[in-house]
């Protein structure tokens, strides 16, 4: 869960304030466009220091994934085992939405979600 002090609402709209301030840095800095990016209901925001995330915005529910690709992690979580004890929905929203924006290159050549961190509100 999101922590006490913040809201869908408000994380809401510092996605959308940090998306104008984007787009308006991107004018100077075109080699970052693709850093923030909007897809519906999905922002994601990716760095160039191997941090990716996206937030999905539904209508009752906000879920959160976070991928850092400098954290080695000797036990392999399946990204949607960070879901468990959320309600249904929260899980099918992260699995339909959220999770397709964090994929990577499965053992098998399969793409797979990979994630390090995950919340919901």
């Known amino acids: 869960m999101i922590t006490k002090g913040w809201n ?10 940090s998306s104008i301030a984007h787009a308006i840095m991107v004018a100077h ?3 970052l466009s ?14 160039g ?3 990716r995330a ?3 915005f539904s209508e009752k529910y906000c879920v959160a ?9 000797s036990d392999i979580t399946a990204a949607i085992d960070f879901f468990e ?3 249904n929905e929260v899980s099918d929203l992260a699995r339909n939405e959220t999770l ?18 995950a919340v919901w509100s």
């Open 8 to 17: 869908k609402h408000d994380l809401w709209k510092g996605c959308i304030l």
């Open 29 to 31: 800095y075109p080699e």
């Open 34 to 47: 693709y850093e923030h990016s909007w897809d519906g209901m999905n922002y994601s925001v990716i760095d």
């Open 49 to 51: 220091t191997g941090g």
């Open 54 to 56: 996206t937030i999905t």
């Open 65 to 73: 994934a976070f991928r850092n690709d400098n954290v080695t992690r």
């Open 85 to 87: 004890g959320a309600p």
């Open 100 to 117: 397709e924006y964090l994929l990577e290159e499965g053992e098998d050549g399969v793409p797979i979600p990979s994630i390090t961190t």
